[in-house]
């Protein structure tokens, strides 16, 4: 069995291509869970998010792993963070003003609208995965979710 995971700057579109793995893989859309199993610490009023709590989200993440037979991917801007052993972990990167675009269109404040875009601007987040281990970064600028779906399976039985 191996261990995907899929990462980047939110907005990036990991959830839209997580769910067209969904027909072929077991995915975790770490977010979800989190929220929905409370796995977080508090939520930051400040930052208007959830502080995940790693311990707790670990501990359920790895008895669901258990309960999978296929290879699986686990689908979060927080899932490079987790003390896993991925086998690869997918990073995805956007144009700034696209992603700035996309991300006007939720109803979050300018403060965390703009902090995202700087975490990506930055590349903050590949620059995590990439620490963490094997990494296959994608730029999904002006590539539709089935395109990115498809260079993701690619590489994978290309590695395999
Ligand atoms: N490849 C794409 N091309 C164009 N628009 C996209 C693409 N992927 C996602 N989108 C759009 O961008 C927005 C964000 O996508 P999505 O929710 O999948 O991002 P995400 O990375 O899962 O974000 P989060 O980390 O906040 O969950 C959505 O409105 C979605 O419809
Ligand atoms: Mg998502």
Not at 80 to 95: A, G, S, T
Not at 134 to 146: G, Q
Request: charged share 40%; net charge positive.
């Amino acid at each position: 069995m191996k261990i995907y995971a899929i990462t980047g700057t939110p907005g990036t579109g990991k959830s839209k291509v997580a769910k067209l793995l969904s027909k072929k893989f077991a995915v975790l859309n770490l977010n979800k869970e989190i929220k929905r199993r409370k796995l977080y610490k508090k939520y930051d009023n400040k930052r208007k998010c959830f502080i995940f709590d790693e311990k707790k989200t670990l501990k359920f993440v790895k008895e669901w792993i258990k309960k999978q037979k296929n290879d699986i991917f686990i689908e979060s801007h927080v899932s490079h963070l987790l003390n896993l052993k991925y086998d690869l972990i997918f990073v995805f990167r956007c144009n700034p003003e696209v992603l700035y675009k996309r991300l006007k269109r939720r109803k979050w404040n300018k403060e965390k609208v703009q902090e995202n875009l700087e975490a990506e601007i930055f590349g903050i987040i590949e620059e995590e995965a990439r620490r963490k281990g094997k990494t296959y970064i994608i730029d999904t600028t002006n590539k539709s979710p089935e395109r990115i779906a498809g260079e993701m399976l690619k590489y994978i039985k290309k590695e395999s």
